[in-house]
Each structure stands twice: as C-alpha cells, then as structure tokens.
C-alpha cells in the first residue's frame, strides 16, 4: 500500500468515525457503493477522482485533506503557548488557542484586593464569568454581584464592567464572551 492509499485508508476511517457514520451512510450521503467505502478504508482502492470528490464533498473536507496524513485527533499546548496579558495584579489567559470568531475564554488570577476593569464588548455579546477560587465582585452597569466558588453570573458584555478579588487570597475566574445569537 503505497502512502496516499494509507493516508487515504486511516484519514476516511477517521473523519466518518468523528461523524458517527457507518459506512453504508457515507455510501448514502456520496452516491457511492458500500463496498467502495470499505476498499478505500482498507487501503487496497485505487479510487477515480470522481469517487475521491463525490467522498471529499459528502465530508465536507477537501481532496487533498483525504490523501494528505491524518491530523492527530488532539493537540496539548503549554501555559506559554497561550496567550497571556498582565493588567496589574491580575494576569488573563486566553484558554482557546484557536480563534472561534466573537467567542473569548480567559482566565483570571487576581492577587489579594486586585481589581481590573472589562472593556465592554461587541454589541450583542454575553458574558459567564464563573468563580473557581476564592470571591469575586462583578460590578456591571451600576450593579454588583459578589460570586463565591462555583456560582455563575451571566451579564450583557456589551456594557461597563470590572472585576475585584474581595477575598484574603488569590481568586481564580473563568469569563466566556459571545453572541447572544
């Protein structure tokens, strides 16, 4: 089995594994026959460039995608891969290596009585902030919310806010922004 039939064989099997398909509903959704799925999955296919289209398209992935080497299924990254931002005694770290557009997942450390303020964000947007260790003030258009270890305050992102560690030690919190549509 030369390598684009085996990177073919072990990618095909993959992306319809993701999906929860069988193969015969690949079959379905390509307009192919079963048993072509299952030649092409056991790298012993020598497919048309139809057959590689009409699969590719039915994945909804590029040609190139299927014959190239399958991606790994998980990726780890380190603390210093991650995007980090010091705004006083409180250090954000974005959680989300990848961009997902309107969509920010931080995490806040604060120091003892360390307080930042939030930029409001895109109109139409919504904040979680959840706390994780130790108290934390939520003060949003005039209204403050004091959220102990687990509680959860969801608030228009789109308006005036700021954040405080109102306990004796580090405080821990997790804020997710993102369209409310």
């Not at 092409?40 to 398209?57: D, K, M, Y």
């Not at 580090?170 to 997710?176: D, L, R």
């Amino acid at each position: 089995m030369n390598d684009a039939s085996s990177n073919l064989a072990r990618t095909l099997h993959q992306l319809r594994e993701i999906r929860g398909w069988t193969q015969q509903k690949l079959a379905q959704l390509a307009g192919v026959p079963r048993p072509t799925v299952a030649n092409l999955e056991s790298g012993s296919a020598n497919p048309t460039l139809s057959v590689l289209l009409r699969i590719a398209t039915a994945l909804q992935v590029s040609v190139d995608e299927l014959i190239s080497p399958p991606r790994a299924s998980a990726r780890l990254y380190r603390p210093h891969e991650l995007t980090l931002r010091r705004r006083g005694q409180v250090e954000v770290r974005e959680l989300l290596p990848d961009t997902i557009p309107s969509v920010t997942v931080e995490r806040m450390a604060f120091k003892s009585g360390a307080r930042i303020v939030g930029a409001p964000h895109t109109p139409g947007t919504r904040e979680y902030l959840t706390c994780e260790r130790g108290r934390i003030r939520l003060t949003a258009s005039g209204e403050a919310y004091e959220l102990d270890p687990g509680d959860v305050v969801v608030f228009r992102g789109d308006q005036k806010h700021s954040y405080e560690n109102i306990g004796d030690t580090e405080t821990i919190g997790y804020s997710v922004v993102m369209p409310t549509g």
